[in-house]
């Protein structure tokens, strides 16, 4: 059958426990399978609405999008979290960092100077971005805006917006992370 607007629900009806199965046989987790498959309909939703020419052969193409999906679903990394570090106290370091950086009430002099050195680490290591990666960054988290929206108010996609990100946080967790170490034996 061939894919087009009119028949996607009878094709995503058609295919879906048969991919499921796939899909579940080459995945360990069933919520990251219940994701790929998600994305494999969402991906063909978005071709047939794009696309001038019809998806001839629907199921192989189902098929090679969930293959696609679950290759990359493995080769992604896990994220090297920051050690969880406590003060003699027992508190975590990384809420102390927060809460001296985003504190609203008048701080004591030592934690005015510390939340200055961050910032100013924060910006050192921003500017060492490339100018794309900064830009969602600083969008994103100080601005607080969706991807969503930065993706339609520059016409770059959702997927390339959050690979910017994706780096940009990986370098600042590396650039920072001697800064954060430090912060944690000051607290000791």
């Not at 600083?138 to 991807?147: K, Q, R, W």
């Not at 690979?163 to 800064?179: C, N, P, W």
């Amino acid at each position: 059958m061939t894919a087009t607007s009119e028949n996607l629900t009878q094709l995503i009806t058609e295919n879906q426990s048969k991919l499921k199965s796939f899909i579940r046989h080459r995945v360990n987790n069933a919520q990251d399978a219940e994701d790929i498959l998600q994305d494999v309909f969402y991906q063909l939703v978005k071709t047939v609405n794009a696309a001038l020419t019809p998806i001839e052969e629907v199921s192989a193409w189902l098929y090679r999008v969930a293959k696609n999906l679950i290759i990359n679903k493995s080769k992604k990394k896990t994220e090297e979290e920051l050690p969880a570090y406590t003060d003699y106290e027992g508190n975590e370091v990384a809420l102390a960092i927060s809460a001296a950086l985003f504190a609203e009430t008048a701080a004591s002099p030592e934690t005015e100077f510390l939340r200055s050195l961050v910032w100013e680490e924060v910006e050192t290591a921003l500017v060492e971005l490339p100018p794309e990666q900064r830009e969602i960054f600083e969008l994103t988290e100080i601005d607080g805006i969706p991807v969503k929206a930065i993706a339609e108010m520059t016409g770059v996609a959702v997927n390339t917006l959050l690979s910017r990100k994706h780096y940009a946080v990986l370098h600042l967790r590396k650039r920072l992370k001697e800064l954060y170490e430090e912060f944690y034996i000051l607290q000791q």
